[in-house]
């Protein structure tokens, strides 16, 4: 049986630019508000009453000749036998060289320190009157918000500091059988996700239908986030 | 119309200052260690105690460098890893290599340099270091022009600018170094007299000139190339002139070429034998210019690269 190779089709048509993908993955994956590790390009064109606006979702592109994985000085950054362009968090040394040789600028490098939100939430929005985060947290016994139990069986639970981070495909759900959370959230079923070896995979079935496109495919990057039609 | 394009992305430069101060130091320590080497193999007897001092501060600079690198990684207790992972695909990984062995071998290097006298092993390990100094040199060019998602670095113009900028910063930084000691230390009687030295450098003068001018050549052609290739180069060295052009221009082309191209190509060729102190007055404050122009061409290079421009869509 040939390997996986997974990769995600999105079609622009259905897209509504809901931003449903976006925050998904922030609850998914713990992402913070100023990381988008699902993200989206807004591009506007022309002049009133001609003008075009197109949304466009944008993640890892899982790129089959990955920039970040060949400049990884420590293979941090590595090719998945079934495709995905993943991370080791215990070898990333925060260099940042993958996130210069990134085209697409999905890559993300934190230099907060773990709990520091939490920390640094100390302030009551009106003193002497309400709680502060902390204090309602330790009170209440919640575990704190930024350990994820379930994002944690393949990567960091709590996101690390000083080095890098991007989209996984939710490596930790194809592991479990599961689709991406982006995939299962989109209200529209405008992202189709699947194996590219597989013929009769739903990606495969939407990529034989529709002319695909990648971004920057000039790059020779060979992204497998593909995008089809669009509005 | 053109597209107006919002993307959110990480925002800031990725590689700060210190990036740029370590390749500008390395570079110095490089061209250093090359002109050490070169010296003590071709140079006359007075220039010894310039091939020493430039042998000594050599793997220094390189290590000045490499601890600005250290200073900026997120996460320095895993720098370990680059040693126990091959990574061959990656030009940091070569890097990192070739640097550790250049900074292990410079300082046995400099070490054997404490003694001036004629040493056969010096000798034997300095073409090793030389060789390696040659390959750090190269790199810290190739670096920047491998990553083609920045147009600004990704061209042969950015490895030329990197040899020729530790050609020129470590011939001045050795000099530097060395008319420092001869003012707190004085001058030794293996240099000689003063006029048969500043007479004796113009081998020296002869590489730097020619240095500066094919640096200057070098921006010229850079900047025909970005202005005149596609799109997408043109769009960034107008993002980059518009934040860093002045500092290039003014601080890296101005002071630290062009300045120093007529200091040296004025004193050596009106007042050597004559004015010999003034005529080596004038090649130590060349020398500096040279160094502050290096680094801020590094600094403006490095920066100026990463201005980010609107992602192109489809
Ligand atoms: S930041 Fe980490 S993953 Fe990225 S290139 Fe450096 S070591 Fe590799």
Redesign the interface.
Same mark, same amino acid.
């Given at each position: 049986m040939t390997a996986k190779r997974y990769g995600m089709v999105i079609d622009l048509h259905r897209c509504v630019g809901c931003a449903a993908c976006d925050i998904a993955c922030k609850s998914e994956n713990n992402v913070p508000y100023?990381?988008?590790w699902s993200? $989206?390009?807004?591009? *506007? @064109?022309?002049?009133f009453p001609n003008v075009r606006y197109?949304y466009?979702p944008?993640l890892c592109n899982h790129c089959e000749n990955a920039?970040c994985? $060949?400049?990884?000085? *420590? @293979?941090?950054m590595y090719k998945s036998a079934d495709g995905l362009t993943l991370h080791d968090a215990?070898?990333?040394?925060?260099?940042?060289?993958c996130?210069?040789?990134?085209?697409?600028?999905?890559i993300?490098?934190?230099?907060q320190a773990p709990f520091s939100q939490f920390d640094n939430d100390n302030a009551p929005a009106i003193p002497e009157c309400t709680s502060t985060g902390q204090e309602v947290a330790l009170r209440t016994g919640v575990p704190i918000p930024y350990y994820n139990p379930a994002r944690a069986t393949t990567y960091p639970g709590v996101r690390?500091?000083?080095?890098v981070e991007k989209c996984t495909f939710c490596d930790h759900r194809l592991a479990q059988g599961e689709l991406p959370w982006c995939v299962e959230s989109c209200p529209t079923e405008a992202r189709i996700f699947g194996d590219l070896n597989d013929p009769e995979s739903a990606p495969r079935q939407a990529l034989a239908k529709h002319a695909p496109?990648v971004?920057?495919k000039e790059?020779g990057t060979k992204p497998r986030v593909f995008?089809i039609r669009d509005f | 119309m053109d597209p107006n394009v919002f993307y959110s992305i990480q925002s800031g430069p990725i590689w700060d200052w210190r990036v740029a101060v370590d390749l500008f130091a390395g570079g110095v320590g490089v061209g250093a260690f090359l002109f050490a080497i070169l010296l003590s193999r071709f140079g006359e007897q007075r220039y010894q105690r310039l091939a020493q001092t430039a042998a000594i501060i050599a793997p220094f600079l390189v290590m000045l460098g490499l601890a600005f690198l250290f200073w900026k990684v997120g996460n320095k207790t895993n720098v370990y890893q680059m040693a126990i992972n091959l990574a061959p695909s990656s030009l940091m990984w070569w890097g990192f290599l070739i640097q550790s062995a250049l900074v292990a071998l410079g300082l046995i290097h400099a070490w054997q340099w404490l003694d001036r006298a004629p040493n056969a092993a010096r000798d034997r390990l300095g073409l090793l270091v030389g060789a390696l100094a040659l390959l750090v040199g190269v790199y810290h060019g190739l670096l920047l022009a491998v990553l083609t998602s920045h147009p600004i670095w990704a061209s042969g113009s950015m490895v030329l600018m990197a040899v020729l900028a530790f050609t020129t910063t470590g011939v001045a930084g050795a000099l530097v170094a060395h008319l420092l000691r001869m003012t707190v230390a004085g001058r030794s009687d293996e240099e000689g007299e003063l006029t048969g030295y500043v007479d004796g450098l113009r081998p020296v003068r002869t590489v730097l000139l020619l240095a500066l001018a094919l640096m200057l050549a070098n921006f010229f052609f850079w900047w025909v190339d970005l202005s005149f290739g596609s799109l997408e180069s043109a769009q960034a060295l107008a993002a980059a002139w518009s934040a860093y052009g002045p500092l290039l221009l003014l601080a890296g082309i101005g002071l630290g070429l062009v300045v120093p191209l007529v200091l040296i190509a004025w004193f050596f060729g009106n007042a050597p034998v004559s004015k010999p102190a003034l005529t080596l007055s004038a090649i130590g404050l060349a020398s500096l210019l040279v160094l502050v122009g290096g680094f801020a061409i590094r600094y403006a290079v490095v920066m100026g690269g990463q201005v980010s421009l609107p992602i192109s869509v489809f």
């Open positions: 100023e990381f988008h993200n $989206h390009i807004l591009e *506007t @064109t022309g002049t197109r466009i944008t920039p994985v $060949h400049n990884c000085p *420590t @293979t941090a215990d070898k990333c040394i925060g260099c940042r060289l996130q210069l040789a990134c085209p697409y600028g999905v993300y490098f934190n230099d690390a500091q000083g080095i496109r971004l920057q790059k995008y | -």
